[in-house]
Nanobody, 124 residues
Framework: QVQLVESGGGLVQAGGSLRLSCAAS????????MGWFRRAPGNEREFVAT????????YYADSVKGRFGISRDNAKNTMYLQMNSLKPEDTAVYYC?????????????????WGQGTQVTVSA
């Protein structure tokens, strides 16, 4: 069983930055691929970024490529999402998720564990 807790969300002006964290419980964090997803009001949940078990491979949605950076620290059981050059359309609840395998995925159905989410609001 893995429990995930997101933090770092908040209100920021367009062009600003935020760093989200996802703290995981359990001894097997380093064996899981991890991902960030988001859900904006009225929209379905969408993929943002993913990272494989050792951080050696990452993949991003086109909408955030070049602005967001995903990373992880397996010694601290924590994953991060550095968000730069934020836009109002990035406003959403951001969720971290842990896959049941080590290879990364853009598909939400590949993720077994989910956090409760953290709100990110970007003002124009």
């Amino acid at each position: 069983q893995v429990q995930l807790v997101e933090s770092g969300g908040g209100l920021v002006q367009a062009g600003g930055s935020l760093r989200l964290s996802c703290a995981a419980s359990g001894r097997t964090f380093s064996s899981y691929a991890m991902g960030w997803f988001r859900r904006a009001p009225g929209n379905e949940r969408e993929f943002v970024a993913t990272i494989n078990w050792n951080g050696g491979r990452t993949y991003y949605a086109d909408s955030v490529k070049g602005r967001f950076g995903i990373s992880r620290d397996n010694a601290k059981n924590t994953m991060y999402l550095q968000m730069n050059s934020l836009k109002p359309e990035d406003t959403a609840v951001y969720y971290c998720a842990a896959s049941s395998g080590g290879g990364y995925s853009v598909n939400s159905y590949d993720y077994r564990y989910w956090g409760q989410g953290t709100q990110v609001t970007v003002s124009a």
